[in-house]
Structures are given as C-alpha cells and as structure tokens.
C-alpha cells in the first residue's frame, strides 16, 4: 500500500499512465458512438498495475484530484483528435467522490474543455450512485452546475447502492448504467432480466 501511494505521487510525471477506451455500441445502429476512457498504470517495477489496486489508494490518500484532471484532459485531447478526422464520439470520463467534493471541480474541469477546444456535449461524466448517494444534497448541487454548463452526466454501478427514487427523479443524469452483477447473466437468471427491464 505505501508502495502504490509513494509511486503514485510521480506516475504521471514519470509518464508511467496512459488510457484505453472501451468502445460504446449502440445495439440498434451497430455503430460505435462514444468511448469510456480508462486508466493504466505501468509501473517500472511491477509492471501493470490494475486500477482497482491504485485507484482506492489514490482516493484516500489524496492524489485522485490531480490524476483524475490528468486523465480528463488526456481523454479530452484524444478524443478532439478523433473529432478532427471525423470521428464524432463522446468521452465518458469516471469522477471521483473526492473530486466532487473539490470546490476548484466545475472550474477545473470547465477549464479543461475550453482549453481543449471541445464542446461539452461530447463529454459525459460518470459518477457512481453510492457516491452520489453517500452526500445526496451536495452531489445534486455540484451535478445540476455540471449539468447546467453543457455537461452530460451518467450513473454508473446503478442499482449497488441505497437510492431513493424521489432522489433518483431529481439527478440531471442522462444515462444509468445498471452495475454489472445484474446484466452478466440476463442470458440464463430470469430475475435478472425483470430487474434490468425494470430498470
């Protein structure tokens, strides 16, 4: 543990991060029409390490706002990249609680964009429900802002958390995406399948 925070401290100046995008299909039109962006670490050591292992470390140990404005930016400079050559996709971008809680966010984030050059349709931010639930009235706050500036925002790991619906009414989310342990077996749980319809 004190190994991953004292390494994370110099990975992006050690250029030892990088992304990959994990495409989004839309099952209709068989086209891909945005990407999420996420983090890789190769370390000099160990070699790859899972962003499971860093990124909970990274949270509590205070590093997360820096790399996750690293990430942002590296996502948002590809993805103008792809726009330039006619490549018109969305960027979903994963957003920490501690983030969230970063009063100088909206700003940086804001800034980010326009530094870039793209326009903030094509950024979705996803944050996921239990850290949107664990400080529902400051979470809305924060995410009607990002709304309001032309952001789009998604759920992520829906239905891992305790929501309540007259909350859930009221997020200015565009997208929820149902965690994973309901849709890995709609193909043979049946009650997977009526919780997903549901959904």
């Known amino acids: 543990r004190l190994f991953l925070e004292d390494g994370l401290r110099s990975a992006v100046s050690n250029n030892e991060l990088f992304l990959v995008y994990q495409p989004k299909v839309n099952l209709e039109t068989k086209k891909v029409y945005g990407m999420e962006a996420l983090t890789r ?103 009607n802002e990002l709304s309001s500036t032309g952001f789009k925002l998604s759920i992520d790991d829906f239905g891992t958390g305790y929501s309540s619906l007259s909350y859930l009414k009221n997020l200015p989310a565009q997208t929820i995406k149902i965690d994973r342990s309901f849709v890995l077996d709609i193909d043979k749980d049946e009650d997977d399948r009526y919780i997903v319809a549901t959904i």
Not at 82 to 97: C, D, F, R, Y
Request: some cysteine.
């Open 41 to 143: 670490w190769k370390h000099p050591k160990p070699g790859l390490v899972r962003p499971d292992k860093f990124i909970a470390v990274s949270e509590e140990t205070g590093p997360i706002y820096n790399l996750g404005l690293w990430i942002a930016k590296q996502a948002l400079i590809d993805t103008k990249a792809l726009h330039e050559v006619g490549h018109i996709l969305t960027a979903s971008i994963n957003v920490s609680s501690k983030q969230l809680e970063n009063e100088s966010f909206v700003g940086d984030i804001c800034s980010l964009v326009d530094e870039i050059g793209i326009d903030k349709s094509y950024v979705e931010l996803e944050i996921t429900e239990s850290h949107i639930m664990s400080n529902i009235d400051e979470a809305l706050i924060i995410l």
